[in-house]
């Protein structure tokens, strides 16, 4: 069974800072993974996603994801974070044949101090 | 653009009673999939709909259940209300292509309270 695992439940960054949030997934082949980003009282807006190829993917608001398989995981970075960027961050998975759902992790609250 | 949106955006029930949201985008996306997020957590998948039949299901129970229309959009239903259905749902969209999980683009939310 797919599941997700978001280690970092709070992080808290200086705005210009470096960031990263790490993610670490479980499922039987190469997953699908995604990220979302969610502000107060808002629905999900996709920021990047993996199904295949290259395993650096760049996304929107100047975020990228890099796959590693043989860690499991599927950190995003950004390399100098805004004060517009504090919010909620989801990582999540999705198979590759079968089910077209995906499994979410618990999410990181990211808050960026001026 | 998708332009999902979800209807009401705040609701408040008493136990026991029973509620029906709604979904609906712009696009021609043919699937849709509801997800419950209570507070603090991650969404959970509650079920999808391709072609107006339901198309997998997560760990809820029957009285969570669903339709989707020939638009393609789409309402959740919940019987019997408890206190623990207090969340936000979620619908997204996707495409349907037979190969697995296809990107989902998420509507807002409503937001409901169960007292």
């Known amino acids: 069974a797919q599941s997700v695992t978001q280690p970092d439940i709070h992080i808290t960054v200086s705005e210009g800072a470096s960031l990263e949030l790490r993610c670490n997934y479980s499922y039987g082949a190469t997953p699908y993974l995604f990220w979302y980003v969610q502000s107060p009282g808002q629905g999900l807006q996709l920021l990047l996603k993996?199904?295949?190829?290259?395993?650096l993917v760049q996304g929107i608001k100047g975020f990228e994801a890099e796959f590693k398989r043989s860690q499991s995981s599927f950190n995003l970075r950004k390399p100098s974070v805004h004060w517009s960027d504090a919010a909620e961050y989801f990582c999540?998975?999705?198979?590759?044949?079968?089910?077209?759902?995906?499994?979410f992790g618990t999410g990181t609250r990211l808050t960026v101090i001026p | 653009e998708t332009g999902v949106t979800q209807s009401p955006t705040h609701l408040i029930k008493t136990r026991g009673q029973q509620v029906t949201l709604r979904c609906s985008s712009q696009s021609g996306h043919n699937t849709v999939s509801w997800y419950q997020q209570a507070l603090g957590q991650g969404p959970q998948f509650i079920f999808q709909?391709?072609?107006?039949?339901?198309?997998g299901r997560g760990n809820f129970p029957p009285r969570f259940s669903g339709l989707q229309f020939p638009n393609y959009s789409s309402e959740l239903n919940v019987n019997a209300l408890e206190l623990d259905d207090s969340a936000l749902y979620l619908c997204a969209i996707s495409r349907n292509s037979g190969g697995g999980t296809d990107t989902q683009y998420f509507g807002p939310g409503t937001r409901l309270t169960v007292l």
């Open positions: 999540a998975v999705g198979a590759q044949d079968g089910a077209n759902n995906l499994f």
């Open positions: 993996y199904f295949s190829g290259d395993t």
């Open positions: 709909y391709y072609r107006e039949e339901e198309n």
